[in-house]
């Protein structure tokens, strides 16, 4: 099937002097430009493309690999802003138009947003929107607590940071629970730390309860390998020293030491400790 926005896996049907026509099992075909074309290939081959509307709004396909696809969420950078929108610079020939109508703000050429790519039922093109709320919902929860999950990040409030989780929901990070940086835009692995009764959702980026001691005992561990076999924290540390040194927070190093103390793998000193 030929779908816009997305990948297909074609049949080539036939060479012509502008590059080869693939075609799916219901009939219909698509261009492949010859600058796509690979050097070898057999008539009845199949190939893997992405199909998207080229400056004369026909469908092409190109073996370009696209910074987003259709219902993803995505940061990219704003190539260009007229009298239509603003359009996105998402690695393909022609770029993707945010129409004013779906920017939150007025995007700036040059700037980077998370946005939504999503097939424009009315016009039948690709568009994106950086009004992201509208793409996400937390009535119907595809995760529950302790899950891990996808995060990619979207913006800074008074309280954190808020997530897109599973490109479906939203979450939020709470800032005094961040022990690294992070910037808009980042894609992280998370886990669900509570589902308020209104469905509203607080993430981790730290594993929860028990399931912290194993990460944080592997971390220490390698930093204490990275770092000649001595690191000088220990149990009266700074918090602030730990967050800078191995960003996480004082209590679940304690706890990894714990877990490397019990294995034998480390000896705590007054002033630091050291790999046996």
């Known amino acids: 099937m030929i779908a816009l926005g997305k990948y297909s896996n074609l049949e080539i049907l036939r060479d012509t002097t502008v590059g080869l026509f693939l075609g799916d099992d219901e ?7 010859n600058k796509y074309v690979p050097e070898e290939f057999e008539i009845g081959d199949h190939i893997d493309v992405f199909c998207y509307l080229d400056h004369e709004e026909r469908i092409v396909a190109t073996t ?31 770029h993707l138009l945010v129409p004013f109508r779906e920017q939150r703000s007025k995007m700036q050429e040059g700037q980077w947003y998370v ?31 302790l899950d891990k999950v996808d995060l990619t990040v979207t913006r800074l409030t008074d309280l954190g940071w808020e997530v897109i ?43 929860i309860g028990y399931q912290s001691l194993e990460p944080a005992a592997n971390l220490i561990y390698e930093k204490l390998v990275s770092n000649g076999g001595i690191l000088n924290l220990h149990d009266k540390s700074d918090p602030e020293d730990i967050k800078r040194i191995l960003q996480m927070s004082k209590k679940t190093f304690k706890k990894g030491i714990g877990t490397l103390y019990k294995e034998r793998k480390i000896e705590i000193k007054p002033d630091s400790i050291r790999l046996l």
């Open 64 to 94: 370009l690999v696209p910074f987003i696809m259709v219902d993803q969420f995505q940061l990219l950078q704003v190539a260009e802003v007229n009298e239509y929108g603003a359009f996105m610079d998402w690695g393909l020939e022609k």
């Open 165 to 207: 989780i599973n490109h479906k929901h939203k979450g939020l990070v709470y800032s005094n629970e961040i022990y690294r940086k992070v910037a808009v835009g980042d894609k992280l692995h998370g886990y669900i730390k509570n589902i308020r009764p209104d469905n509203k959702i607080d993430v981790s980026l730290q594993p």
């Open 27 to 33: 009939g219909n075909d698509v261009l492949l430009p």
């Open 115 to 145: 946005v939504y790519c999503y097939l424009d039922e009315k016009t039948d093109r690709l568009v994106a929107s950086n009004k992201l709320d509208k793409f996400l919902s937390n009535d119907e929860l595809t995760v529950k607590a």
